[in-house]
């Protein structure tokens, strides 16, 4: 079983990175040729836009694909080896726009980067359209985003009766829809001693979770919320979505939830623990996860098919 507490770390600083602002040029004069990753969702996007034969490392949370497994290793969120980077002698180091320390290391060691965000679908579209032009994949990434934007739409489209999804899927600010969309408390990690750890309204996964269909029940700004189970029994979620990529499967999951009889999601057993390791990475696979999503809500009544 691996570590979850070193996964979360890197996982919500990936996710915690690029609120706001758009993906930065880079800094190369050619088409790089030797690439570095220092994200999970950025080698991702590296293969995902068929560039996995430039990419010579990545970080030991860099898991998928397998050819990712067996990439040499530059150390992790907040250790990275410098030593260790400049033995590969990259052309190109893609990073997270908030990784200011790392930047200016590399740019004291003479090393190009390219910034991206992660932090809404219209960060990883523009990451993958940056590194994309970047990195000579210019069609691959309009591929890409074009696949994304239409299942996307089809999602969307499926939650509003079947109709055009009026809203563009890069926005981060999706509209009240008027069909009965159920309130949703979506956790991660599944620790079931201590609070639970939840995503609140200024995220990924919520923006994912108002394309499926559902309502978010935390509320205020916050990306990430602690709740004590007195909260969760206030806030009376009709379903509960459990994101826990640590476990190899979800009968492995503790049930923090019994005791919560009151709670509409125990009640009505809507209870869904989600064990795939795509779910807290912010990359091209978040369409999985907003597959998944959806699938839950029209599992459960709430959106005709």
Known sequence: MRNWLNIAIVLLAALLCGCGKPAQPATPKKVPERIISLA?????????????????????????????????????????????????????VILHKEYDTEKARLKSLGIPTLETGSYFIADILETIRSIGDTCGAQDQADELIAQLESRITQL????????TASVSPASSGLRERSTNRPRVLITFGSDATGPIHAFGPGCLHNEMLEIAGGKNVVEGKLPFATLSRESILRLNPDIIIVLAPELENAADAPNPWSKLTSVSAVQNNRIHILTADYTCIPGPRFIQTLDDFSRIIRQNDFVAE
Do not use: M, S, W
């Not at 995902?48 to 969120?77: M, S």
């Open 40 to 92: 999970p969702n950025i080698a991702e996007t590296l293969y995902a836009l068929g560039l996995g034969d430039k990419l010579v490392g990545n970080t030991p949370h860099c898991t998928h694909p397998d050819a990712a497994r067996v990439l040499p290793k530059i150390g992790g969120f907040g250790q990275f080896n410098y030593e260790a980077i400049v033995t590969l002698r990259p052309d190109l």
């Open 156 to 163: 969307q489209g499926r939650q509003d009766g079947g109709g």
